[in-house]
């Protein structure tokens, strides 16, 4: 018999009193086959100096030569406990035999601990550093050191559909924090209690989720009304709050409320219940919305059923998508000095080698190829054959812009500069204060702004274009979404459409911006790896092209691109 309270509190939006007991699915059974639990110690590098404990659960009709299923649970010990608040085990031997869900190991992990080196002095405890963290590093953790270690001895699969994490409080936050950055690792989300507040930034997801492009995972979450108020949030409200945008952007979401504290009474009487969710039909893969939610943003963005396309790859670091007047695209290989070119076709060839480890590419009005042949401290310009022309010597520079009057700006991100080149060649530096890594670098489709972002900030800088080519009025006007230990968000190759919106690189993925410098949007990242640079191209420029470390990707989106010599006069902005 199933649980009675878990099955009408999944109905209910809130419980009308605050008794919560185990179930049947929360104790041993006749005739239920039972798992084994072995407990082990694990010394990370990823969290250097840390001794945990952790434990590994193996149901009974776990098969060596069948791949299983795999579940992570922080705080494991209140988990892995028989007599604990959850009795996971238990319930995964029930859940198992019934065949409600998928014979699963469970891994039931403990946050780190640096011991103290002497008596009397203190340890660092690092469960709020690994939990409460908002970057990718518990999740590479959890593939880079925990699972391959478990993987040792068990047969666990790599298929992401099958991998699922939960937790409770900070732990459940942290759940969601790794499924978040790697959606190829953990699409099944099951969070208590969850801590979805300001303690290190995990308050910033219900903004995000609405921005990001849905990502494919399904998340249940749960809290009651008596939940903590303290400084850094009202975790209900956080929850509902987090809740709210998961629907919004289309995602297959729980969000199941009681009236209890900050404790695990309510999440432990319906762990079963919520584990009959989170792992239904199982063997169907977890896609993300492809409508995006109804009122998603980016739907006025990307193209409904088109996503990342491979159109190139075994290079060492790819760099400087450019877009000539046909709709081919220019990319540089830097480490081998190469610079290849991608047809409309898709048919990828080389145009150039030995290029001085070219970086940033860009077409002038001239028809000519400029290049920032760093390797060789140059600016230099490449006719349709291959003929190169020296632009400016004795110059270090990463990205640049050509204009309409084949004028050059490129920045010299060591020198926390950009550089002005004339069109009789003459050269000098228009900015030199304020950037503390100037990056990529554009014109708006107006030519009338120069773009300038910082990869060492949060920030893509505007600048006025004046007469003789200097620049004024500089402010960090558009701000990036970041989710990094720092405000640093790496920030690379920007690019315009013809409706001013910018279109940014960084860790999270393609940022995109509107013209009054807010992000309204980011195009999920095709690999877990870095961007580096953006391009429109095609024919009707309407396909993005990103370089993504040794990668190049395209994809179709509604908007279009704008060609760097050419002058467009963007729409008044919505304010």
Do not use: C
């Given at each position: 018999?199933?649980?009675?309270?878990?099955?009408?509190?999944?109905?209910?939006?809130?419980?009308?009193?605050?008794?919560?007991?185990?179930?049947?699915?929360?104790?041993?059974?006749?005739?239920?086959?039972?798992?084994?639990?072995?407990?082990?110690v694990w010394r990370s590098a990823i969290f250097p100096g840390t001794v945990r404990d952790y434990w590994i659960y193996v149901p009974a009709q776990y098969k060596p030569d069948q791949p299983a299923a795999v579940m992570v649970f922080q705080d494991g010990a209140g988990y892995v406990s028989e007599e604990g608040h959850s009795r996971a085990p238990i319930v995964f031997d029930n859940l198992i035999h019934a065949g409600e869900m998928p014979v699963t190991v469970g891994i039931f992990i403990n946050p780190g601990v640096m011991p103290a080196r002497h008596a009397g002095e203190q340890a660092r405890y690092n469960r709020s550093f690994e939990y409460d963290a908002v970057s990718d590093r518990y999740a590479r953790f959890l593939i880079d050191e925990i699972l391959p270690e478990v993987g040792r001895t068990y047969n666990l699969t790599r298929d992401p559909n099958l991998r699922a994490i939960a937790g409770s409080s900070s732990g459940g936050s942290c759940a969601f924090t790794a499924a978040w950055h790697r959606p190829d690792a953990f699409r099944r989300v099951l969070s208590f209690i969850g801590s979805f507040t300001n303690l290190r930034g995990a308050n910033q997801y219900a903004s995000l989720v609405r921005k990001t492009e849905p990502r494919p995972l399904r998340v249940f979450l749960q809290d009651g009304t008596k939940d903590q108020n303290i400084y850094a949030g009202n975790w209900y409200l956080a929850n509902e709050d987090l809740h709210s945008a998961l629907a919004y952007s289309g995602y297959d979401v729980k969000f199941v409320t009681g009236s209890e504290g900050h404790n695990m009474k309510h999440g432990g009487a319906i762990l079963p219940d919520a584990l009959r969710w989170l792992w239904r039909e199982w063997s169907r893969p977890i896609t993300k919305s492809q409508s995006g939610g109804d009122r998603h943003y980016l739907l006025d963005i990307l193209e409904p059923g088109q996503d990342w396309e491979l159109v190139s790859q075994g290079h060492r670091f790819t760099e400087g998508p450019a877009v000539d007047k046909d709709g081919n695209v220019f990319f540089t290989d830097v480490p081998n000095s190469r610079i290849h070119r991608i047809a409309p076709d898709g048919a990828v060839t080389l145009f150039k080698e030995d290029t001085g480890s070219a970086n940033g590419l860009m077409f002038g009005p001239d028809g000519r190829l400029y290049a920032c042949q760093n390797g060789r401290k140059r600016i230099v310009a490449y006719s349709r054959d291959g003929a190169e022309s020296v632009i400016a010597e004795g110059v270090t520079s990463n990205d640049i812009v050509v204009n309409r009057k084949g004028?050059?700006?490129?920045?010299?991100?060591?020198?926390?500069?950009?550089?002005?080149?004339?069109?009789?060649?003459?050269?000098?530096?228009?900015?030199?204060?304020?950037?503390?890594?100037?990056?990529?670098?554009?014109?708006?489709?107006?030519?009338?702004?120069?773009?300038?972002?910082?990869?060492?900030?949060?920030?893509?800088?505007?600048?006025?274009?004046?007469?003789?080519?200097?620049?004024?009025?500089?402010?960090?006007?558009?701000?990036l979404e970041t989710l990094d230990d720092s405000t640093s968000i790496s920030a690379d190759g920007i690019k315009t459409d013809s409706e001013g919106y910018l279109y940014v690189t960084t860790r999270l993925g393609l940022q995109v911006l509107d013209q009054p410098g807010r992000t309204v949007g980011i195009i999920a990242k095709p690999h877990p790896g870095p961007l580096s640079n953006v391009v429109f191209a095609g024919p009707d420029l309407q396909t993005l092209y990103v370089t993504a470390g040794d990668r190049v990707y395209k994809r179709r989106i509604r908007r279009k691109g704008v060609l760097p010599w050419t002058v467009a006069r963007p729409p008044q902005p919505r304010l």
């Open positions: 018999m199933r649980n009675v309270l878990a099955i009408f509190l999944l109905a209910s939006p809130v419980l009308p009193f605050d008794e919560y007991t185990l179930g049947p699915d929360s104790r041993r059974k006749p005739g239920v086959p039972q798992g084994k639990v072995t407990r082990h004028e050059i700006y490129f920045t010299d991100p060591p020198g926390r500069q950009v550089w002005f080149v004339d069109a009789t060649g003459d050269r000098r530096v228009v900015i030199s204060q304020g950037l503390e890594f100037p990056n990529g670098i554009a014109l708006s489709p107006d030519q009338s702004l120069l773009l300038v972002a910082d990869s060492r900030a949060r920030w893509v800088w505007s600048y006025q274009v004046q007469e003789d080519g200097s620049v004024a009025n500089g402010v960090p006007f558009h701000r």
